[in-house]
């Protein structure tokens, strides 16, 4: 072979060592050959696959993020669940303000579909701030405490007097409510802590209204009234949670004897 190889000449020695030795040699250093090209069907497929898996990813993660963001928010109403075990919440969020509403009454995110009554008590992290007034399939309209609508059986903490909660246009341009129909010598003061009674079944006991900043003598009655200041700014809410269920829910108003 190598008398041939020198017969040959140069230019058939350099073919033989490339094909025979150089080539192998590279293969074995680098791997095998490169893999055939995909065709471009094939590569629109797999772009198209991936994409898929890209989207079903995100909408996975949100779903998540939608979870943990339900879950914080029900973190803070646990309060409201230790003083109420057998509450029933829905968290929703604020969707519209309708600006020709003197009480700062809001729309929610949840309806009927969702479990939501009609004069459902609605709530914040820091007390009572409503009742759902209007229903359909996917929101809600919510009034406020501000509105003269209201009637909140409410008590004062501290003293044990009752009375009700319901609003004014002059009051709610101050961000107040007012309790009226207070006993005389009800001894209540600038300061007491104002929450919900329970009487009649429409509102949990002792969610939270707000603390009295004035105490008054009612014009037209001569009774005694209190003016609320409450413990959440409601005109700046965006979200906030909706009562379904709860012990004493829908039992009629005691009688006198």
Do not use: W
Request: aromatic content about 8%; proline content about 4%.
């Amino acid at each position: 072979m190598i008398i041939s190889l020198i017969s040959a000449g140069n230019g058939y020695v350099s073919g033989f060592i490339e094909s025979y030795i150089l080539m192998p040699v590279q293969q074995l250093a680098g791997g095998y050959a490169d893999p055939p090209q995909k065709s471009r069907e094939e590569l629109e497929a797999e772009v198209s696959r991936l994409s898929e898996e890209n989207g079903h990813l995100r909408e996975e993660l949100t779903e998540q993020y939608d979870i943990m963001a339900e879950n914080e928010e029900l973190r803070k109403f646990f309060n409201i669940k230790k003083q109420n075990s057998s509450v029933s919440l829905i968290t929703a969020s604020v969707i519209s303000r309708d600006p020709n509403d003197d009480f700062c009454g809001f729309a929610l995110d949840k309806g009927a579909f969702d479990g939501v009554e009609l004069n459902a008590p609605v709530v914040t992290e820091k007390g009572l701030v409503g009742f759902v007034s209007g229903v359909s399939m996917r929101s809600c309209r919510v009034t406020t405490i501000f509105s003269p609508d209201a009637a909140v059986g409410a008590v004062v903490k501290r003293t044990g007097s009752g009375g009700v909660i319901s609003g004014s246009a002059a009051l709610s341009d101050k961000g107040r409510t007012s309790m009226k129909n207070l006993p005389s010598g009800s001894g209540i003061t600038e300061g007491d802590i104002v929450v919900t009674s329970g009487y009649g079944g429409i509102f949990p006991k002792n969610l939270q209204i707000g603390r009295i900043s004035s105490v008054y003598t009612d014009a037209f009655t001569s009774m005694p009234m209190a003016e609320i200041e409450p413990y959440e700014d409601i005109g700046s809410i965006v979200s906030a949670a909706i009562i379904t269920d709860f012990s004493g829910k829908d039992e009629l108003p005691l009688k006198e004897k």
